[in-house]
Nanobody, 118 residues
Framework: QVQLVESGGGLVQAGGSLRLSCAAS????????MGWYRQAPEAPGNQREL??????????NYADSVKGRFTISRDNVKNTVYLQMNSLKPEDTAVYYC?????????WGQGTQVTVSS
């Protein structure tokens, strides 16, 4: 069974930084791609928003709202994907989820809360 466990969330002041980690129960290179999504309580329909993704070949993709501030990376030895978040804004407040895709199946972590105070 595939498990993804997020950590690193917390409370930070605007302008601060946090690093989220997503530890996988199997080799992360076995995933076609992995990514971070977030869900804010005020989001329309409570939808999860894509934040950043990284493919097995290392190609990254970012939401326009986080470009230049967030960086997704991975450690293939530790089977962990990271999200470095800098210059945090109050609008970044959300529950952040890790997702891994193997062919047509998506696996999700339990989420970690990030709160940015103004």
């Amino acid at each position: 069974q595939v498990q993804l466990v997020e950590s690193g969330g917390g409370l930070v002041q605007a302008g601060g930084s946090l690093r989220l980690s997503c530890a996988a129960s199997r080799r992360i290179l076995s995933f076609n791609d992995m990514g971070w999504y977030r869900q804010a309580p005020e989001a329309p329909g409570n939808q999860r928003e894509l934040v950043a993704t990284i493919t097995s070949s290392g190609t990254t993709n970012y939401a326009d709202s986080v470009k230049g501030r967030f960086t997704i990376s991975r450690d293939n030895v530790k089977n962990t994907v990271y999200l470095q978040m800098n210059s945090l804004k109050p609008e970044d407040t959300a529950v952040y989820y890790c997702r891994g895709r193997i062919i047509l199946t998506n696996y999700w972590g339990q989420g970690t809360q990030v709160t940015v105070s103004s």
